[in-house]
């Protein structure tokens, strides 16, 4: 199903023009081009990156697939390593890197004789059988950067309309010509086609090999099974293997909008048939760009919650399928996280019940109103490193924002320790907070912003330890600590151990200060979140503890609030 997906997805990016790789083809990014003359002779190196901020970017080429390269020689079709193309020993031995020119060299004498004799493929054997000139490629300014790292180079004709050699039409048809054989059934399609015995590599998911890693292999005699071989154990043509393999790494491109990185997951998306959902989903799932226009977001969330509010969704078609695929590392393979498939209209109410949980009162600073899952993740990780989330978590919160199923309590017990920890209740935690408590529950015990009628004890002591804090720091401005940095992760489980000690330390700050009218609105609102506690409790539960942490940050966000009458 994921595998059909994905190529049923390749097919409608080339029906609406916006094709992916030809058959026999993959996309590529080559940053250097070695131009020869139609003699031969070599002419320059053409540097193909360009200036992203402070790095250079390759621009992307589409080039024969590549060969499966796991140990061993193996070469690429009229494109490599620098090594293969020139045979220069810059990572290998001199042997080696001679075998590798060889076998570069054998790929290109495999085509069609009416290819070889074509005028460019002519110039180009006598340039790679001349040492002459491949030295002259050593003395080009440019080669330095390509010894360093061996990078790869593609072959062109100066002053050709085509940039590539391998691009050339009658390479093209050859290449199409040998995915048009047959011999089996594809899984995928249902039509005879040649099976793919290694399927393309699938490159960009975050900490698998840089080479690419695998959503279908079998590399081990336990894996197969009636005398099958490799793919042959599951079926699936070449062109439904290229296809899917195109589509999944275009959608893990790093400037696609369609991805994101959730912790150890990396996380696509994309729908069966073009729709403005489609679009907006970016600025509900990703961390917003420094350089994006935040009320384009706030304006795109808004509007798919209020379709999905009134109950007659109107964004587009109502019906049309979107996919949700995480990946993760895993060794040469990619496992997958989640999938999931859901309708425009059940994805726009699961994304609008997740965003109406999350809301909560927040800095004025910060432009966008909703914490993403990434920004949820970090601030519950460890030093707010995306390597420092929980494993599976990524995932499991994924899955309770697209199906609108209760969050992990495991995200609890991750925000409160956080909490505890910095002794700080950030804005984002105190949001998934509210929201892990709100539906889990089945009912909205939190509102938005400060709640003076919630009578619940944890909430209460949570704005009692925050109006305490507030005294100090009236009493003692300017203090390097708080009671928050000393007592907050006693008060947050244990408040009995805490409470009467400090109780006892406001009346000192109360009578240090200087307006009496300030004293007595601090004793009136002390008196006021008292009145709903009974007894300190001797220890709280973990629910309890993200309580207190919500009485404690809405307190707080209230002092801060400008009051009108």
Avoid at 70 to 88: K, M, P, R
Avoid at 230 to 242: D, H, L, M
Avoid at 278 to 302: H, N
Avoid at 443 to 456: G, Y
Wanted: glycine letters at 6%; aromatic letters at 8%; proline letters at 5%.
């Amino acid at each position: 199903m994921i595998l059909q997906a994905l190529e049923r997805y390749a097919k409608r990016r080339s029906a609406a023009g916006d094709a992916l790789a030809p058959d026999g083809y993959e996309s590529k990014e080559i940053p250097f081009v070695i131009e020869i003359r139609r003699d031969g002779a070599f002419v320059q190196i053409r540097d193909q990156r360009d200036a992203v901020g402070n790095r250079k970017v390759a621009r992307r080429f589409f080039v024969p697939s590549a060969v499966k390269r796991t140990s061993g020689i193996a070469a690429n079709l009229l494109w490599d390593q620098a090594e293969y193309v020139l045979g220069f020993a810059l990572k290998k031995t001199s042997e080696d890197a001679a075998l590798a020119h060889a076998a570069f060299v054998q790929q290109i004498m495999g085509l069609p004789a009416s290819i070889l004799a074509m005028p460019e493929f002519v110039a180009l054997l006598a340039f790679l059988g001349s040492d002459v000139e491949k030295e002259r490629v050593r003395q080009a300014p440019a080669w330095a950067e390509i010894a360093e790292k061996n990078a790869f180079v593609g072959l062109g004709i100066a002053g050709a309309e085509i940039p590539l050699i391998c691009q050339l039409d009658e390479v093209g048809e050859h290449l199409a010509q040998l995915t048009g054989q047959t011999d089996g059934i594809c899984l995928l399609t249902g039509l005879p086609d040649q099976i793919e015995r290694l399927h393309p590599s699938v490159k960009g998911v975050w900490g698998a090999q840089a080479a690419g890693a695998n959503v279908v292999s079998f590399n081990a005699e336990a894996y197969n099974s009636y005398g099958k071989k490799q793919g042959q154990n599951a079926p699936i043509g070449v062109r439904a293997a290229a296809n899917y393999t195109k589509a999944l790494n275009r959608l893990l491109q790093n400037d696609s909008k369609q991805r994101l990185q959730l912790g150890d997951s990396s996380t696509v998306f994309w729908a069966a048939e073009p729709h403005p959902l489609e679009e907006s989903l970016t600025y509900f799932l990703r961390e917003p760009a420094k350089d994006d226009d935040p009320d384009v977001g706030i304006k795109a969330v808004k509007a798919v919650v209020q379709s999905a509010s009134s109950g007659t969704y109107a964004l587009g078609n109502a019906s049309t399928e979107f996919h949700f695929l995480g990946l993760a590392p895993n060794a040469a393979r990619v496992a997958v996280r989640f999938w999931r498939k859901e309708s425009a209209q059940e994805l726009a109410c699961h994304l609008a019940a997740h965003y109406r949980h999350v809301e909560i009162v927040r800095p004025a600073f910060d432009a966008f109103p909703y914490p993403s899952p990434q920004r949820i993740l970090r601030n519950i990780a460890l030093l707010g490193k995306s390597e420092n989330i929980p494993p599976n978590l990524s995932g499991e919160l994924m899955r309770a924002i697209l199906t609108g199923t209760p969050y992990p309590a495991t995200l609890l017990g991750a925000a409160v320790r956080r909490s505890k920890a910095e002794q700080e209740v950030t804005w984002p935690r105190a949001a998934i907070i509210k929201a892990i408590l709100n539906r889990n529950a089945n009912h909205e015990e939190f509102h938005v912003a400060l709640d003076l009628e919630n009578m619940h004890a944890a909430y209460r002591l949570g704005r009692l330890f925050a109006t305490l804090e507030k005294v100090q720091e009236e009493a003692s401005p300017g203090l390097n600590a708080t009671i928050r940095d000393r007592y907050y992760g006693a008060a947050s489980s244990s408040p009995v151990s805490v409470f009467t000690t400090l109780l006892r330390l406001k009346n000192h700050h109360l009578a240090k200060l200087d307006s009496p009218g300030r004293r007595i609105n601090l004793e009136r609102l002390l008196g006021e979140i008292m009145d709903g506690i009974t007894e300190f409790p001797r220890q709280l539960n973990l629910p309890d503890q993200g309580r207190f942490a919500l009485g404690y940050y809405h307190q707080r966000q209230d002092f801060f609030t400008k009051k009108t009458a």
